[in-house]
């Protein structure tokens, strides 16, 4: 059983941002709080419904006790996808990870001082109640936000293909693919989901397909 006092330990040295004047904790950081606490625990996001633009997400947090489920936190999220500029191509991940850090809030990680909602779910509701005016957009900033959305597509597809192919490896396996074709065709980077140059993904695509 885990105690509150290791849950606060799981919270120190959480990078958070400060937003009206509180310090709010992204969702990578709260995950990386309950893998300190369940390295072999889940994190589970069900799409509820999705249709005319409208997603609603739910997110459970916990472990299994030999068979049993034990579910110890679970957020609730929903997003249109008219809603904000991020929304138009992305409003399915935003509202996952705002679920996600909910279902994490509620087990009292990375809310201190900051509430339930996550630094993400507090931006967004922002620029939902606050939407910005149209601007004419430099052909350099279009470019730059193509290029963005290609890098996330990208990925996208590399993550699906990367599991595809190390499905049935075992983790010596995983870790031989690892290093003898991600790690060479991003000239020694391993980890490509933080890769920004868009030739080596698209090189390490081919390379995995």
Not at 40 to 58: A, H, P, Q, R, Y
Not at 171 to 182: A, P, W
Request: net charge neutral; aromatic share 6%; hydrophobic share 40%.
């Amino acid at each position: 059983m885990i105690t509150f006092e290791q849950i606060q330990k799981a919270n120190e040295g959480l990078n958070s941002i400060d937003l009206k004047n509180k310090p709010y904790v992204l969702v990578p950081e709260r995950v990386k709080a309950f893998r300190k606490l369940f390295p072999e625990g889940f994190i589970m996001t069900d799409i509820l419904s999705l249709e005319n633009g409208v997603v609603v997400m739910k997110t459970e947090a916990g472990y299994y006790d030999g068979d049993r489920k034990v579910v110890l936190g679970t957020g609730m999220a929903y997003e249109k996808e008219t809603n904000g500029y991020v929304n138009k191509t992305s409003y399915i991940e935003n509202c996952e990870t705002s679920s996600v850090g909910r279902a994490l809030g509620f087990l009292a990680l990375g809310i201190d001082g900051g509430g339930i909602c996550s630094a993400e779910e507090l931006v967004n509701a922002v620029n939902n109640q606050n939407p910005q005016p149209k601007r004419n957009i430099p052909q350099a900033e279009k470019a730059e936000h193509k290029e963005m959305l290609d890098l996330s597509e990208i990925r996208k597809r590399l993550d699906e293909a990367i599991k595809a192919k190390t499905k049935a490896m075992s983790r010596d396996g995983k870790i031989q693919f690892v290093n003898s074709v991600i790690a060479p065709t991003l000239n020694g980077e391993r980890n490509w989901k933080l890769c920004e140059n868009l030739d080596l993904l698209q090189k390490l695509l081919v390379a995995v397909a």
